[in-house]
């Protein structure tokens, strides 16, 4: 768990289906689980089912005007890989949305997202090279793949075969939760130095 502090810090969490609990009562999600695990925190949940890159990049400057946060988590991509867009238009939209996040004064973590392989192994490993170039020459956050751990297990998934099922979320609740803290806790970090340089 993260220690409270004197600075609680405000999570943005902008994604697809996976995020948005799809299938799934809201509060049986992942991102309830975020919640619970840091009460002291305040993680708004800006997920929307079917979303895309282009989707998120369009809704983002209105999320970051209404939430104003610390930390935005961007977990996209999926459906544009399902429809075959471009990886490089997938590219080009989270650059974007990085720096509009990061113009904000928010910390970014990105969440990599990656496509069955049924689709080419060409197409499959261009998708994948679009979050480690974002990684690197975004210098964000890179958060691997949490539907790796999932979705091999039919028991953890629901029948159309693409989405978690309730018995996986505190899964992936405890899968992402190290990499929240850390964020949170650079987030207070940087906070306390603001404090004390205007002082």
Same mark, same amino acid.
């Given at each position: 768990?993260v220690?409270?502090?004197s600075?609680a810090a405000t =999570?943005l969490?902008?994604? %697809? !289906?996976l995020?948005?609990?799809?299938? @799934?009562? $809201?509060?049986? #999600?992942?991102v309830?689980?975020?919640?619970?695990a840091?009460?002291?925190h305040?993680?708004?949940?800006?997920s929307?089912?079917?979303?895309?890159?282009?989707?998120?990049?369009?809704? =983002?400057?209105a999320?970051? %005007? !209404?939430a104003?946060?610390?930390?935005? @988590?961007? $977990?996209?991509? #999926?459906?544009?890989?399902?429809?075959?867009?471009?990886?490089?238009?997938?590219?080009?939209?989270?650059?974007?949305?990085?720096t509009?996040?990061?113009?904000?004064g928010?910390?970014?973590?990105?969440?990599?997202?990656?496509?069955?392989?049924?689709?080419?192994?060409r197409? $499959?490993?261009?998708?994948?090279?679009v979050?480690?170039?974002?990684?690197?020459?975004?210098?964000v956050?890179?958060?691997?793949?949490?539907?790796?751990?999932?979705?091999?297990?039919?028991?953890?998934?629901?029948?159309?075969?693409?989405h978690?099922n309730?018995?996986?979320?505190?899964?992936?609740?405890?899968?992402?939760l190290?990499?929240?803290?850390?964020?949170?806790?650079?987030?207070?970090t940087?906070?306390?130095?603001?404090?004390n340089?205007?002082?």
């Amino acid at each position: 768990m993260v220690s409270v502090s004197s600075h609680a810090a405000t =999570l943005l969490i902008v994604g %697809d !289906s996976l995020g948005a609990s799809y299938g @799934l009562n $809201e509060k049986d #999600g992942w991102v309830e689980g975020l919640r619970k695990a840091l009460p002291e925190h305040t993680i708004i949940n800006g997920s929307v089912s079917g979303e895309t890159s282009a989707g998120g990049l369009r809704r =983002l400057p209105a999320l970051i %005007d !209404s939430a104003a946060p610390d930390i935005v @988590l961007i $977990e996209l991509g #999926g459906n544009d890989g399902l429809r075959g867009f471009p990886p490089q238009q997938l590219q080009n939209n989270l650059t974007k949305m990085i720096t509009l996040a990061k113009q904000s004064g928010a910390q970014v973590m990105l969440s990599e997202v990656m496509v069955p392989p049924n689709y080419g192994s060409r197409y $499959e490993k261009a998708f994948v090279d679009v979050y480690q170039t974002l990684a690197q020459d975004s210098e964000v956050v890179l958060i691997p793949f949490f539907m790796k751990e999932i979705a091999p297990h039919p028991e953890l998934m629901q029948r159309d075969g693409i989405h978690p099922n309730k018995q996986a979320q505190p899964k992936i609740t405890e899968f992402m939760l190290p990499y929240i803290e850390k964020a949170l806790n650079g987030a207070n970090t940087t906070a306390k130095a603001n404090i004390n340089s205007n002082n």
